[in-house]
């Protein structure tokens, strides 16, 4: 059983994805959302052995399994969790489940298919996530693209051939040139496409660089970094609530993930040697991208704008090269950095749920269409106001842990990194309590408002479970912590190498 | 001359598909309309027949026939099944298109099966002039194919542009052919190879050579500069004829080249690997750029063949058993897609109507989820993405021109196919997010969607398990280059 978690994290939601895409017409819609919930469930119940079982002395790869899959090519379908992905394999399929419960009324149309899509791609994101060989990633990365371009594309807002085609087309440029990287690393490694291998691999500055440059067209688009981001805004605003809670919570996290297991380890040197570069885009984002946010009158544009602002928090910690030595990765800011990450999974989908919630119900995303909305509902104001507050970075919250953490270390690094990116705990408040204010507090601005009714079990029990996971977390973060320390360390140890001789 | 020398055996399942088209061509003339089945069905089982005897004279050793001038080697043996693979599929998915228009004729079955046997022949001669005759067989029986539609102006359009370009390329390659006479004084494969190896060659004569017969190949694959005739044939063609043209050939010109340049001219690889490159880049670029525009599906599938010989092109130029492999795959995995895009095409066309706009796809997602579903398969396989075959095909190219150093030209590639999936996404776009305005059920048979069915499962299953058919064809190019007769 154990043996083959992790497959059954991938193929589960995908074999419930396919099962319910044979439900067929609108007809047979409550049996389509009924197998999905169970589908989702079932799939997020096999990935909690994956934390149970899980040693938290044990830095390298947990759970694995190997098998030749194409022999002639020497790829192998090798799986593998260390504390660096694990979580969010688990965030990944409690989203999942999220989502397929958010969609349940809202979506009336071709309901198998959208539910289909979701739990396909719920597999796929956890191959991404467990693959230890980076074609089988390569794979992974991109299939996950067709279910997402579809959902943006059938269930989307106006602009959605627009939002759906730029998603797929940005996503795509940074992914195809890795596979050039990763097929130019198969050839230096002597004919595998072990990440392992590639981690050990000698490589020449020279090498490093154009690497880190194709790499970085592939992840950084994904996460996004400034100034590769503007496809997330447009992705956001015309996804449906599902695809933005997907987007935010996770896909943008593989981007991440991406610079953990690929760039850090396989390019230490130029990762030091551009980490300036890296640090300079993040503070980009962080600053500039949170000034943006300040100005948006569209609430799901503007919490996209949040997204990356925070992502650019994530991106912040990852390169914060210090020590004695200069080339020492400070694991106060890496570990921020994950914790952030997951933090961010349950701030942004329940960020991205509350707004779903008043668009289902008044069928707009302006601010300008909103005010006084807690007068009419006060639960649900007071679940959003937490994630509002979550999302600004209050102490007790999440938010704060990873924040914190970052700014702890990127004090140790240089002063001035911890002072410019401190200012999203200013921005961050800003943006998202003034857009709190003008939509939730004030008279009843219409009657559109007039006629809101407060939120039913369903939406309740969603906004709850989140509600735990954020207080739960920024309360008592150790759990989270303790698991990726091992493997964080080891991968300080891997970035503070050197690869040139 | 003696019966062993003469070893006719080898090329048994030509010397039957001969002798059974031309029982088809007899019995056609007896029979009327209503009994026409019966030569479809006698067609079919003459390809089903051929493909047995293809599979039960295969052997890894390479053997020749004719005093020399025929050689069945492996390659050979996987190309020609490809072949009648693909032009099996041409008639089942044509038949209900075909009978809706008057096309479903003898002369459909007969000049198919002549191209086929045009193609076999250049799969597996060894002499520039069977090699000629080959592909003049194929060809002529093609371009009397895409004419078959008398009333339609485009169709004769498209067969004289067909014609007059393809006798011009078919004069080059037969001019190149003939400077390399001159300059080796052979018209056999082998010893030409070996008259350039030992130094006994005119180089200067044999470069010259080279020139017009990359000329002649480049019009034959529809590669960029000489791709002139492939937007207008395939728009004009009738639909299945479009699918002959887009499937079967490539894998025959394949071979075709293979005997040319890799056993012919290896000794020249320096000099006609740069033409190729710049034939490879051309046709990616402009392929993919072009095919962008298009709002006929026929004619963006033109482009997108032109874009996919360019990358079959970048694993011959490397010029390496492993990159002859990696092509090979390439077009193997090429037929089977083009089969199943030309295979909706005509699932959605009727009477009076071809379906060929990219508009006439609109909403197929509502009017029959599953068809939507293959195409977008067939798509995403052609744009090269995981899991499905088209990104293994890819992925073995890439694989080979790094391996050769040119990281560059990994990168063009890469940077052309992500061109290239906008059109295919814009497919896909107006399959899934658009609204049906046709609300037309599909009428085509059922074995028509069966085969298709399978055919378009076939590209997410070899993605699943690429690992069986890459060793196949990667098998069968270095045993046939180890096992020469020579």
């Given amino acids: 059983m154990t043996g083959n978690l992790l497959s059954l994290a991938i193929w589960l939601p995908i074999v419930a994805g396919l099962i319910v895409l044979a439900t067929g017409s609108d007809k047979n819609a409550p049996a389509a959302r009924w197998l999905a919930l169970m589908g989702a469930l079932v799939s997020f119940l096999v990935t909690i052995p994956l934390y149970t079982g899980f040693d938290t002395f044990h830095g390298g790869m947990q759970f694995t399994e190997m098998k030749p899959w194409v022999e002639s090519l020497n790829i192998n379908y090798h799986l593998g969790v260390d504390g660096l992905s694990m979580l969010f394999v688990i965030l990944n399929s409690f989203t999942t489940l999220l989502v397929v419960l958010a969609g349940w009324q809202v979506i009336q149309k071709r309901v198998a298919q959208y539910m289909a899509a979701f739990l396909i791609m719920s597999g796929l994101i956890n191959g991404a996530f467990a693959a230890m060989d980076a074609i089988l990633f390569y794979a992974f990365f991109e299939a996950m693209l067709i279910p997402m371009y579809l959902i943006i594309g059938v269930w989307g807002g106006a602009r959605r051939v627009y939002a759906s085609v730029k998603f797929f087309l940005y996503t795509l440029l940074g992914s195809l040139l890795t596979l050039v990287a990763f097929v130019y690393l198969y050839y230096q490694s002597g004919g595998s496409f072990e990440i392992a291998a590639f981690q ?49 919570a996770i ?67 990852f390169f914060m090269f210090g020590g004695a030595s200069g080339n020492q990765l400070n694991s106060w800011a890496v570990e921020g950095a994950l914790v952030q990450m997951i933090s961010h999974g349950f701030i942004s989908a329940a960020m991205f749920f509350c707004v779903g919630v008043m668009y289902d119900r008044v069928h707009s995303r302006k601010i300008a269409d909103y005010g006084g909305v807690a007068n009419k509902m006060p639960i649900f104001a007071s679940f959003m106001m937490l994630f509002a507050m979550a999302n600004s970075g209050l102490p007790a919250t999440s938010g704060f842990v990873g924040e914190f953490m970052v700014i702890l270390g990127a004090v140790q690094v240089n002063f001035w990194y911890a002072v410019a990116g401190a200012t999203t705990l200013i921005f961050g408040a800003a943006y998202t309590l003034w857009m709190y204010k003008r939509v939730l507090f004030g008279e009843v601005a219409n009657q559109n408002v007039a006629e809101l009714k407060d939120v039913n079990k369903r939406e309740f029990l969603i906004l709850a479970v989140l509600a735990i996971a954020v207080l739960g977390m920024g309360l008592y973060p150790a759990p989270f912590t303790e698991v990726m320390h091992q493997s964080v360390n080891d991968l300080i140890w891997q970035a503070s190498q050197t690869k040139l001789n | 001359m003696t019966w062993t020398s003469l070893n006719a055996w080898v090329a048994a399942p030509e010397i039957f598909l001969l002798c059974a088209t031309c029982a088809i061509l007899l019995l056609d003339l007896f029979i009327s309309d209503a009994k026409r089945h019966l030569t ?64 479903f004729r003898g002369e ?150 293979l005997r040319i340049l890799a056993q012919a001219l290896e000794g020249f690889a320096p000099d006609w690997r740069g033409m190729l490159m710049v034939l490879a880049v051309l046709s990616m670029g402009l392929g993919n750029i072009t095919a962008i525009s298009q709002t006929n599906i026929k004619r963006m599938l033109g482009y997108s063949t032109i874009s996919h010989m360019g990358f079959v092109l970048l694993g011959l130029l490397v010029a390496s058993p492993a990159g002859y492999s990696a092509s090979f795959f390439y077009v193997v995995s090429y037929i089977l897609m083009s089969a199943a895009a030309f295979g909706v095409v005509m699932l959605l066309s009727r009477q009076g109507f071809e379906a060929d706009q990219i508009e006439d796809l609109k909403g197929l997602n509502q009017r029959s989820p599953w068809f939507a579903a293959m195409m977008l398969f067939t798509m995403f396989s052609m744009a090269g993405i995981p899991i499905f075959l088209g990104f293994f095909a890819k992925l073995a190219i890439l694989k080979v021109v790094v391996d050769m150093g040119l990281v560059p030209l990994a990168v063009i590639a890469v940077v052309f196919s992500l061109i290239g999936a906008f059109y295919y996404l814009r497919i896909v776009k107006v399959m899934y997010f658009d609204d049906a305005v046709d609300q037309s059920p599909l009428i085509a048979g059922n074995d028509a969607k069966l085969v298709l069915s399978i055919n378009c499962l076939l590209l997410l299953v070899l993605g699943f398990m690429p690992d069986g058919l890459m060793n196949l064809l990667s098998d069968a190019v270095s045993q046939s280059f180890t096992s020469l007769p020579y």
């Fill in chain 2, 108 to 257: 459909l079955f007969t000049l198919t099966l002549f191209s086929l046997l045009g193609m076999m022949v250049m799969a597996s001669s060894v002499n520039f002039l069977a090699l000629y005759v080959g592909l003049e067989l194929m060809s002529l029986s093609v371009y009397a194919l895409v004419a078959l539609n008398r009333e339609s102006f485009a169709s004769t359009e498209a067969a004289m542009k067909y014609f007059v370009l393809g006798a011009l390329a078919s004069g080059m390659l037969l001019y190149g052919v003939s400077m390399l006479y001159g300059s080796t004084g052979s018209l056999d494969i082998f010893a030409v190879s070996h008259a350039i190896q030992t130094g006994q060659a005119n180089n200067l004569l044999a470069v010259f050579a080279i020139v017009f017969i990359v000329t002649g190949l480049g019009f034959k694959f529809g590669a960029v500069p000489f791709h002139m005739w492939v937007p207008d044939v395939y728009q004009g063609a009738p639909t299945p004829i479009t699918q002959l043209i887009a499937s079967a050939p490539k894998a025959a010109v394949f071979v075709f080249s």
């Fill in chain 2, 40 to 103: 479809y069905v006698m067609t079919l089982a003459t390809l089903a027949i051929t493909f047995a005897l293809v599979l039960m004279g295969h052997e890894p050793q390479a053997r020749l026939a004719f005093n020399g001038l025929y050689l069945v080697d492996p390659i050979a043996d996987f190309a020609k099944l490809a072949m009648i693979v693909g032009v099996a599929l041409v008639l089942i998915y044509g038949r209900s298109y075909a009978m809706a228009r008057g096309l």
């Fill in chain 1, 200 to 248: 050990r691999l000698p490589l020449t500055m020279g090498a490093q660089t154009m690497l880190l440059i194709a790499f970085f067209f592939a992840f950084a688009v994904k996460v996004p970094m400034w100034p590769v981001h503007t496809w997330l805004p447009d992705a956001h605003v015309e996804a449906p609530t599902g695809g933005s809670m997907v987007l935010a």
């Fill in chain 1, 251 to 317: 896909t943008l996290k593989l981007g991440a993930y991406g610079f953990l297991r690929f760039v850090l380890p396989i390019l230490p040197d130029a990762s030091r040697e551009y980490a300036w570069l890296m640090v300079t885009l993040s503070l980009i984002a962080v600053v500039y991208i949170g000034m943006v946010a300040l100005v948006q009158t569209d609430m799901k544009k503007l919490i996209a704008y949040s997204s990356i602002s925070h992502m650019g928090f994530v991106t912040l910690g």
